[in-house]
């Protein structure tokens, strides 16, 4: 069997997730790539080929001139589109092109909840600096089709939105901004895998933000099972966009029992939460994902363990300058805790302040069955390690 990978940069879901899951299948990989080179570098063994990947058309030709596909797929926000296109275009299992739209373009997706009935939120698209008459303050500015809190600020008065726009479409000329009102609450993520009948739900994350008004994930710790009425609501707003295909990762707060989404990556949870959900849960995820794209039904139970607990901690910087010290890879046991430490940034790489997730400086995963331990152990690694910043 051909399975045709769609990738932007190498990343540690197809490094470590979904090329191994793929190879225990038995399932030949295709990288189809607009970084060829760093993605040899990566994965000598695997077939790349170079292919203009954001434009769907692309994608289809290099496809049809080459091997027979079997299933088309990508773990990428950005490409989640081509790839709906493309595999329908074979007639090949795949995410419905109109829901990976919705999710991608963050003024469709308010546009949809609200036609639908579900969830009504101000937002507005912008082109240019300017503050819409009627913005309700405290408000967000953001890409509309943005990811990892790039460019996301909260602004509290027009001359802020104006500041902050114009700041923003002079690093992105030509991008269309949103501005939408800002959601209080307890930040959540629900973490889903369907194969267009059934839908299983992985649990999801209570996410901790940097202090405002930038949207740093600075840590996430697992949360088994959200309350029911929580996950209904979440998941009728998922229905709303037409979600229910493959992996989805839904980030959405909660204030006074109500659930309202901030944004659908309609992919599996990035940034090594899906490592550690693999791990965490006993259960092959990165094969489940792929068996539905190859056209195969999830079981009924996935036979997912339920009593773990996890954290995940990024430490990050909080100046520009050089990395000149920082901790190596680790991976140890301690009171039953099993903790991972990755770097994600080399000594003696200089770096702006990005105020985004670019700021991490490495990921601490961190997973047992006793959160206190857990937390115990996450807290005493990071207190026993350094990581040195010079201008």
């Not at 060829?36 to 954001?54: G, K, M, N, T």
């Not at 965490?280 to 996935?302: K, M, N, Q, S, Y």
Request: charged letters at 25%; one cysteine or more.
């Amino acid at each position: 069997m051909r399975l045709y990978l769609l990738a932007l940069n190498p990343t540690d879901a197809v490094t470590e997730g979904f090329l191994p899951a793929a190879a225990r299948l038995g399932v030949d990989v295709t990288v189809l790539t607009d970084q060829p080179d760093a993605h040899r570098r990566f994965h000598p063994d695997v077939e790349i080929l170079e292919c203009d990947v954001r434009d769907f058309r692309a994608v289809i030709t290099r496809v049809s001139t080459h091997h027979e596909p079997d299933a088309v797929f990508t773990n990428s926000d950005h490409l989640q589109t081509q790839a709906a296109l493309a595999a329908a275009y074979f007639g090949l299992p795949g995410k419905d092109w109109r829901a990976t739209l919705r999710c991608k373009d963050k003024a469709e997706m308010r546009r949809r909840l609200a036609a639908a009935g579900v969830d009504t939120v101000w937002s507005a698209e912008l082109t240019e600096p300017v503050a819409p008459g009627d913005a309700p303050y405290p408000c967000v500015v953001k890409p509309r089709e943005g990811v990892a809190s790039e460019d996301v600020v909260l602004v509290h008065d027009p001359e802020e939105l104006v500041t902050h726009t114009k700041e923003i479409l002079g690093r992105r000329p030509g991008a269309v901004l949103v501005v939408e009102e800002y959601l209080p609450g307890d930040l959540f993520t629900l973490e889903t895998l369907g194969d267009g009948q059934v839908r299983h739900v992985l649990g999801g994350f209570h996410t901790e933000l940097s202090p405002p008004p930038y949207f740093i994930e600075e840590r996430l710790t697992f949360v088994p099972a959200h309350p029911e009425p929580v996950v209904a609501q979440v998941l009728e707003q998922l229905d709303a966009l037409g979600v229910g295909f493959g992996a989805c990762h839904t980030e959405f707060v909660v204030h006074e029992g109500r659930a309202r989404i901030i944004e659908v990556n309609y992919r599996a949870i990035g940034d090594q939460c899906d490592l550690l959900l693999a791990r965490l849960l006993r259960i092959p995820l990165f094969e489940h994902i792929l068996r539905t794209h190859l056209g195969e039904p999830l079981p009924a139970d996935l036979g997912a363990r339920r009593d773990g607990a996890a954290r995940l901690e990024y430490p990050c910087a909080d100046r520009a300058g050089v990395l000149v010290g920082a901790p190596a890879a680790t991976e140890v046991d301690v009171d039953g805790v099993h903790l991972t430490y990755r770097p994600l940034r080399a000594v003696g790489e200089r770096h702006e302040l990005y105020r985004t997730n670019r700021d991490y400086l490495g990921v601490l995963r961190a997973t047992g069955t006793d959160q206190p331990a857990v937390d115990r152990a996450v807290a005493d690694f990071l207190a026993e390690r350094r990581w040195e910043i010079q201008p």
